[in-house]
């Protein structure tokens, strides 16, 4: 039984998750670094919040980990890197919190338009301070919003039902996409120059680090107001504080910081900022969305699937049409290395059919993870396989074509002077291996196959059943291969259990018998 460490709370129905799909659930919250790393030994998968510390040296630690989850979205804890390096896939949970940042952010802009909190504050202070506190509308304001993903469009449609202009500036996103939300693209500069009021929603990297500093401040009008419920550090906490103290600037409101947690920034206690201690994410709601959407993600990988949320795996959902030949493709890849001596320097992945009109880059992946797994080259997932590919210098070749003359999709891998084909059936849905070496037939793969080249002659066939079965072996089926000329010359035997060496080479030593090569699928 696979064991999931989690090292922080997450919902009860995560666990759940998690239970009922037959994995041992290890809860050991808040453990010192030295006793987290004994905890990691043997555990194939760690779920972590944010603070939880994922370095390099706990992923050494972890040699047993095939997934790490962070409920929630940032992964500034995780060392991703380092997860790769190692095979391990890292998974987050990047739509939990969604609705509650955008409610933040507009939380904090009706704050910071109201002066909410300093009229509370004065009021419980014993002042009644009513024309000093006036605030401004939103109504008909422009609101220039920084990152228009996810959260950036849910802030647009709710700024929109209040009245707001809305602009944005985000170099993925089309002036066609940004129409569709009601949203006119603009460069940075120019969109702070026309803002009234400023959202971040964009990721925290070397590019964004200070993104809002001194300089892009000195182009804005005296009624910006600046909101950041993003990521700590785009903003330049300093150059904000001073822009709002001077009356450069007419306020602002931010929930995350340089460094955190922290009781101490040049934005605390400057008149016209109003601050919270990371709230975006902290609803009841989104906090059981991060804990079960997490555990489906690890789940997921723990089963070998395809996982949505995976951060660092090359390769997107495969489409409905593909999803049946994600497994073929890890199928054929290790059917396909059985037949070879060593890795050649040049695989051909071919799709026809109508699987060759799709993105199959998901299938190409797998195709590779079946080869390497079974070519013995260490550990072997979606995450690394293309890192491992790119060492030994093998060049990776995608073909396509629309025909696929006997079947309607057929996946086929070439290398070295072998090929492997397969299909899957229209009958049952199962995976059926059609082609081997160019020699054509038609089988279930099985865990235990030789694959027989001989001479076409007389008593071959019978020849090899005798051998196997003075054996002990049990052919669970047998199968013909035809060459494009109609020569039966290749033959591939399933048996239950694997053939030993000594049987090998003495199906070897048949007459007409030219090569054996025997197939353990992993």
């Given at each position: 039984?696979?064991?999931?460490?989690?090292?922080?709370?997450?919902?009860?129905?995560?666990?759940?998750?998690?239970?009922?799909?037959?994995?041992?659930?290890?809860?050991?919250?808040?453990?010192?670094?030295?006793?987290?790393?004994?905890?990691?030994?043997?555990?194939?998968?760690?779920?972590?919040?944010?603070?939880?510390?994922?370095?390099?040296?706990?992923?050494?630690?972890?040699?047993?980990?095939?997934?790490?989850?962070?409920?929630?979205?940032?992964?500034?804890?995780?060392?991703?890197?380092?997860?790769?390096?190692?095979?391990?896939?890292?998974?987050?949970?990047?739509?939990?919190?969604?609705?509650?940042?955008?409610?933040?952010?507009?939380?904090?802009?009706?704050?910071?338009?109201?002066?909410?909190?300093?009229?509370?504050?004065?009021?419980?202070?014993?002042?009644?301070?009513r024309s000093k506190w006036e605030g401004v509308e939103l109504d008909g304001k422009t609101l220039g919003i920084v990152g228009f993903g996810r959260i950036g469009r849910l802030v647009a449609t709710r700024a929109k039902a209040l009245g707001m202009r809305i602009v944005a500036h985000d170099p993925f996103v089309s002036e066609e996409g940004a129409r569709k939300e009601g949203a006119t693209l603009l460069d940075l500069d120019?969109?702070?120059?026309?803002?009234?009021?400023?959202?971040?929603?964009?990721?925290?990297?070397?590019?964004?680090?200070?993104?809002?500093?001194?300089?892009?401040?000195?182009?804005?009008?005296?009624?910006l107001r600046v909101i950041n419920v993003a990521r700590g550090g785009i903003v330049d906490e300093a150059a904000l504080a001073e822009a709002v103290s001077s009356g450069q600037i007419a306020g602002a409101a931010i929930d995350v910081f340089d460094s955190e947690p922290t009781t101490d920034s040049p934005l605390f206690g400057v008149p016209g900022i109003i601050v919270t201690p990371h709230l975006g994410a902290s609803t009841r709601e989104a906090q059981d969305k991060a804990g079960i959407v997490i555990a489906e993600q690890v789940q997921l990988?723990?089963?070998?699937?395809?996982?949505?949320?995976?951060?660092?795996?090359?390769?997107?959902?495969?489409?409905?049409?593909?999803?049946?030949?994600?497994?073929?493709?890890?199928?054929?890849?290790?059917?396909?290395?059985?037949?070879?001596?060593?890795?050649?320097?040049?695989?051909?992945?071919?799709?026809?059919?109508?699987?060759?009109?799709?993105?199959?880059?998901?299938?190409?992946?797998?195709?590779?993870?079946?080869?390497?797994?079974?070519?013995?080259?260490?550990?072997?997932?979606?995450?690394?396989?293309?890192?491992?590919?790119?060492?030994?210098?093998?060049?990776?070749?995608?073909?396509?074509?629309a025909a696929a003359h006997d079947h309607i999709n057929v996946l086929t891998v070439r290398g070295g002077g072998h090929s492997v084909g397969a299909t899957v059936s229209s009958l049952d849905g199962e995976a059926r291996i059609i082609e081997v070496d160019e020699h054509r037939l038609e089988l279930r793969p099985r865990p235990d196959m030789l694959v027989i080249r001989n001479e076409d002659l007389p008593g071959v066939v019978g020849a090899v059943g005798c051998e196997l079965g003075n054996a002990g072996v049990n052919i669970s089926s047998m199968h013909l291969g035809e060459s494009a000329d109609g020569v039966a010359a290749l033959m591939v035997v399933a048996t239950d259990e694997a053939v030993p060496p000594g049987v090998i080479d003495a199906v070897l030593a048949l007459d007409n018998v030219a090569t054996v090569r025997a197939i353990r699928i992993r």
């Open positions: 039984m696979k064991r999931v460490l989690i090292s922080e709370p997450i919902a009860d129905r995560g666990l759940e998750v998690l239970r009922e799909a037959g994995y041992e659930v290890d809860v050991q919250v808040g453990l010192e670094p030295a006793a987290l790393l004994e905890a990691i030994v043997g555990a194939s998968a760690l779920v972590v919040r944010s603070a939880t510390q994922v370095t390099a040296e706990l992923l050494e630690a972890g040699a047993d980990l095939e997934v790490v989850g962070r409920a929630g979205v940032g992964l500034d804890n995780v060392d991703v890197g380092a997860a790769t390096a190692h095979g391990v896939m890292v998974v987050n949970a990047p739509e939990s919190n969604i609705i509650s940042a955008a409610e933040q952010t507009i939380a904090l802009m009706m704050a910071q338009a109201r002066n909410i909190p300093q009229a509370h504050a004065a009021l419980v202070d014993g002042r009644w301070e120019e969109l702070v120059a026309s803002a009234d009021f400023l959202t971040l929603h964009l990721a925290k990297t070397p590019d964004t680090i200070g993104l809002i500093g001194k300089e892009l401040l000195a182009k804005a009008r005296p009624e990988a723990l089963a070998g699937d395809f996982v949505p949320f995976a951060v660092n795996v090359d390769a997107g959902a495969a489409p409905e049409l593909l999803k049946p030949f994600v497994p073929v493709g890890e199928l054929v890849g290790a059917t396909f290395a059985g037949l070879i001596d060593r890795l050649p320097d040049q695989i051909d992945v071919e799709f026809r059919g109508e699987i060759a009109e799709v993105d199959n880059s998901l299938a190409v992946l797998s195709v590779l993870k079946g080869v390497l797994a079974q070519a013995g080259d260490g550990p072997v997932s979606y995450v690394n396989v293309k890192s491992v590919v790119d060492q030994r210098g093998i060049e990776i070749r995608t073909v396509t074509a």
